[in-house]
Structures are given as C-alpha cells and as structure tokens.
C-alpha cells in the first residue's frame, strides 16, 4: 500500500473516532439526574378545588364543585357519589415522590411523550397538571411529571383511581349502615310487618329479638336472616340503571306510580332513627324495577333476583330453623313421651336424674339443639308419633314448651311445637334424640 492511501485510511479512521467521542460525549451531556428524596410535590385540598378533570384511555371526565357538591361538567342531572369523588380527591391532598429525575430531555423513555393518564385539578391558585406515564421496571413506581421538566417517582399509583366509565362514580341508592334495625314493613303482593323487641317477653326463650307482628300476635324471627334480608336488598345490581332522571310523571312507566311491593327499613345510627322505602315496579313487559325513597334513579331488577330474593321474602324466609331455642339455664325438667311409655329428666344444677337416678344427659340435649326444620309447612300430622316431650320452664309468662314429632316418609318426620306444625325435619334428627332418650332410660322402671 503506497504512502497516500495510508494517510487517506488513517484520516477516514481519526474521523470515526471523532463522530464516537462527540456521540459519546453528547450522550454525557444528556444524562438525568436521578436523586431519592421524600418530597411533596402535590398537596391538594379537595375542599378547596372548584374542579377536576382526567383523561385516560381515551375517555375524558369532568366535575365541577359548588357549595360542596360535585357534579358532572356536562350533565348536573347526573347523581355524582359524593364518597367515592371524595375518596378520589384524597389521593391527590399529599403526593410524594421518592425519586426526583431532572434535566429530562427524552420524556418518552418514561412513557411521557404521550401520557397514558392526566389529570388536571383546578382552584383559586390555577390549575395543577399531573402526568402519569409508565412503571419503573425495578421497583413497579409511576413516572408522573407536572410540566415543569422534572420526572418524578410516585409510590401511589394515582392512575388506578382514574376510572373511565362515569358510571362508577354515580350514587347507588342503599339503607345505610346502622346500629340498630329496627323493623321491617313490607306492603303490596308480599306483606308483613317485621319488629325489633329484644326486651320484651313474648317467647318461652330470649335467643330472638326479632318477631312477626301478626295482628298483635308476636311470632319469633331469625336475627341472621331479618338482617339478611336489608342485606340481600342492599346487595340488588344497582349498576343497570333504567334512568336517572326519573319524575313523577314517568314513574307509571316502570309500575312505580302504584308498587307491587314496597319495604320499609326502619333503622337507628348514633341514636337518630330513619326509615328507608323500597319500591318494586313492573312495566307491562314484565320488567322489575326499584326505586328508593324520591331518588330520580330507577333501577332495572333481574327477573329472577326478584323472584327469588324481593317477592319470595316473607315468613317462612325469616322464621328459625331450629325447633327450639332453649335457654338451659331456665330448663327445670323435660318429660319424654317415646311409644307408652313416659320418663321425667329433673334437672339440679348441672345434674340431671330420671327417678332419682343420675343420667348423662348431653347427648339428650346435643340432640333437642339439632333438632331442625327443613322446610315448613302447616300439614296436619296423621300418622304415629315418635317422640314427644313438654320443657318446664323457670318462667310465669312461659312456663312450659312442648314439642312433637311424627311419622311423615322414610326422609323425614313432622314437627308441631305447641300443637301448631312447625314443617319438616330430617328423619335422622328424630333418631338420634329417640336413641338418646333411649339410652339414659333404658333399664329405669
């Protein structure tokens, strides 16, 4: 290779190397600066911002705030939750950052030359513009920066709050919590009257609080399954709304002018009492509806949630299970009546004897405890009897219960309690308690 295109070659390499280190040396030039802090870098007070505004995922939603109440920029009929605008806007009153990335020129390498989420809240002072744009891949933190040219790290992630459908911030009508539940009316195609009377005497036992007001005639509730139903009222789909701008006027539409059925919830929080009516309407396809109270949102209601949640509540759905409920403190001694022959079990303290003679007597009263009913009915019984007994009570108002059980089919047996038929319960509780009996009695005259 002759003298010149050596130098030519020499030449063509010194300026690769020069385009490198001024590469290299502009990279340099451009490297953020990361430093860890703990800074706040919002501090919004909610009750101070007049509105509030976030696009995410393509959609856009807008509030405004007067006098305290949210609601949508561009349809103030919509019903903004309050709580939940409030539990949104919390998250905004003391943002901090963990790590401050300045002297940022590529924004797009955190995912902020397009933001996946913004978010824009307004007061007095202007308006504060947040951001948010990718994780961190080594610790799962949001990239959100404020327009000034800084990056910073968030270990909340407030994009997560940014919902995208309005109709998730929209009230759902519901009996608020309380203390106390103090009674239940129900009116229409389903009636009954539900009352709260723990103090007061009206069965053999103090295990119910709760009984069916029957013409003054008191019948003992399940306390799980009164409070079950406010529960399984609460608990309907409110999310397919029919309309939220109901009147007067369009009720008739969704048969809420005149109600199939209505619910009265009658509850007491902090020692204020307050009833709730929920109302049940069916438009002439046959489609249910609720509404509480004056609330302009009517709800839709699935044909089959009505069926078996709304329209089958009743008695039978709120009555207990078990045959008896007693208090075995207040127990003085049971009588067993099993084919002809009847035993007396005296009880004494913890003792218990049958013609003076100690017996052991907690497979007895497992079984009394287990005795069940699977499904009530009123039939008469007409066939034998298998077991009967009559609890003596420690009580003037009641001073004894008695129970009964007969012969129904190979799977079960019919209970009357005082002589009224209670339903049906498996045969294999009658069994159990007759075998128990029979076991502490055998070989006694």
Not at 303 to 317: F, S
Not at 343 to 357: F, H, L, Q
Not at 388 to 401: Q, Y
Request: with cysteine; net charge negative; aromatic share 8%.
């Amino acid at each position: 290779m002759n003298r010149q295109k050596k130098l030519l070659l020499l030449v063509g390499v010194l300026a690769a190397l020069c385009v490198v280190i001024a590469i290299v040396t502009g990279v340099q030039k451009h490297i953020d600066t990361v430093t860890t802090v703990d800074e706040e870098i919002v501090a919004a007070d909610p009750e101070a911002l007049t509105a509030v505004s976030w696009t995410k995922e393509g959609a856009t939603l807008s509030f405004t705030q007067a006098d305290g109440t949210w609601q949508d920029a561009s349809d103030a009929a919509f019903p903004v939750d309050q709580e939940k605008m409030a539990d949104f806007l919390s998250h905004f009153e003391s943002v901090h950052a963990s790590f401050i990335i300045e002297n940022v020129e590529d924004f797009a390498q955190y995912g902020l030359d397009d933001p996946g989420c913004t978010i824009t809240l307004t007061s007095a002072d202007g308006d504060t513009v947040l951001e948010l744009g990718d994780f961190s891949t080594m610790d799962e933190k949001r990239y959100v920066t404020l327009g000034d040219g800084t990056v910073y790290l968030i270990d909340d992630d407030l994009a997560g709050y940014a919902v995208t459908d309005r109709d998730e911030l929209m009230r759902q009508d519901v009996i608020p919590g309380y203390d106390t539940l103090d009674g239940i009316v129900a009116t229409g195609e389903t009636a009954f009257t539900v009352e709260h009377r723990p103090d007061e005497e009206l069965c053999y036992t103090d295990a119910y609080e709760y009984y069916l007001n029957d013409g003054g005639s008191y019948e003992p509730l399940d306390s799980g399954k009164v409070e079950g139903l406010v529960d399984t009222l609460n608990a309907l789909d409110r999310s397919d709304y029919a309309t939220y701008t109901a009147d007067e006027a369009s009720l008739a539409g969704y048969g809420l002018d005149a109600p199939a059925l209505t619910f009265t919830v009658t509850t007491t929080l902090d020692g204020t009492q307050e009833s709730h009516a929920l109302a049940f309407g069916q438009d002439g396809d046959g489609n249910h509806y609720l509404r509480m109270d004056d609330s302009p949102i009517v709800y839709r209601v699935d044909a089959d949630a009505y069926a078996d949640d709304v329209a089958a509540a009743g008695y039978d759905t709120l009555r207990p299970d078990e045959v008896l409920a007693l208090n075995w403190d207040t127990v003085e001694s049971i009588d067993f009546t099993i084919d002809d022959s009847v035993y007396t079990a005296v009880k004494s303290g913890d003792t218990w004897t049958i013609n003076d003679s100690e017996v052991e007597f907690g497979d007895v009263q497992d079984a009394i405890d287990g005795l069940t009913v699977n499904t009530f009915n009123d039939e008469t019984a007409d066939r034998k009897q298998e077991i009967a007994f009559t609890v003596h009570l420690d009580s003037e108002a009641f001073p004894e219960v008695s129970v009964a059980v007969y012969q129904y089919d190979g799977e079960n047996c019919l209970v009357q309690l005082d002589g009224v038929t209670l339903g049906l319960a498996a045969r294999s509780l009658a069994v159990d308690l007759t075998e128990a009996v029979n076991a502490i009695t055998l070989g006694l005259a």
